[in-house]
């Protein structure tokens, strides 16, 4: 059972768009920033947007980050084939002194 | 160019133990945290450890305390994890990743080693 809880999967067709969301609680999202991973099949995984809603140097604008509260959201949009991996959020836990992730969503490019 | 590579991964019998290394090259090691995170077969990604820079505060998730100790050598821009009294539940890959902008920000994957711990 993650301390995070993102949806196990989404899907959608080429081109459109998809949001992921990550659900924690005061002591890790409510409080720290959050980042998100992209892991393709196979490889280690790659960070994606980190304090919410920064990108790493690489990384296309199609993907963005939001938080509101106790939840983040990521966004990808122009979906590509490419983009089909595994996708997990992740923070500082304050009281329990921490890292946590989310159990990960798998996304699925129709 | 940021480059981690992990090694001592292999096969251990439950009780036994086994010392990863993380040699790091492409930055300056010893002003970076440095994480370990775990995938079970199949499975999500699980925190392990985390060993800061400048303080040298350690930390590690419930189900590997007192079990694995994490260390680091700054000298050989080396991180490591020595794992005893191992489960069948410890098997996964174990992956180093540096912390950038704050701890729990991990900008730099390895490419990953494999534990079997099996009789």
């Known amino acids: 059972q993650s301390v995070l809880t993102q949806p196990p999967s989404v899907s959608a067709a080429p081109g459109q768009m998809v949001t992921i969301s990550c659900s924690g609680s005061?002591?890790?999202?409510?409080?720290?920033?959050v980042s998100w991973y992209q892991q393709l099949p196979g490889t280690a995984p790659k960070l994606l947007i980190y304090d919410n809603d920064k990108r790493p140097s690489g990384i296309p604008d199609r993907f963005s980050g939001s938080k509101s509260g106790t939840s983040a959201t990521l966004g990808i949009t122009g979906l590509q084939t490419g983009d089909e991996a595994d996708y997990y959020c992740?923070?500082?836990?304050?009281?329990?002194?921490?890292?946590?992730f989310g159990g990960g969503t798998k996304l699925t490019v129709l | 160019e940021v480059h981690l590579l992990e090694s001592g991964g292999g096969l251990v019998q439950p009780g036994g133990s086994l010392r990863l290394s993380c040699a790091a090259s492409?930055?300056?090691?010893?002003?970076?945290?440095m994480n370990w995170v775990r995938q079970a077969p199949g499975k999500g990604l699980e925190w392990v450890s985390l060993?800061?820079?400048?303080?040298?505060?350690?930390y590690y998730a419930d189900f590997v305390k007192g079990r694995f100790t994490i260390s680091r050598d700054n000298s050989k821009n080396t991180l490591y994890l020595q794992m005893d009294s191992l489960r069948a539940e410890d098997t996964a890959v174990y992956y180093c990743a540096t912390a950038g902008a704050r701890v729990s920000v991990l900008d730099y994957w390895g490419q990953g080693t494999l534990v079997t711990v099996s009789s």
């Open positions: 005061s002591s890790n999202i409510g409080k720290n920033y």
């Open positions: 060993f800061t820079g400048s303080s040298g505060g350690t």
């Open positions: 992740g923070t500082w836990d304050s009281s329990l002194r921490v890292v946590v």
């Open positions: 492409g930055f300056t090691f010893s002003n970076y945290a």
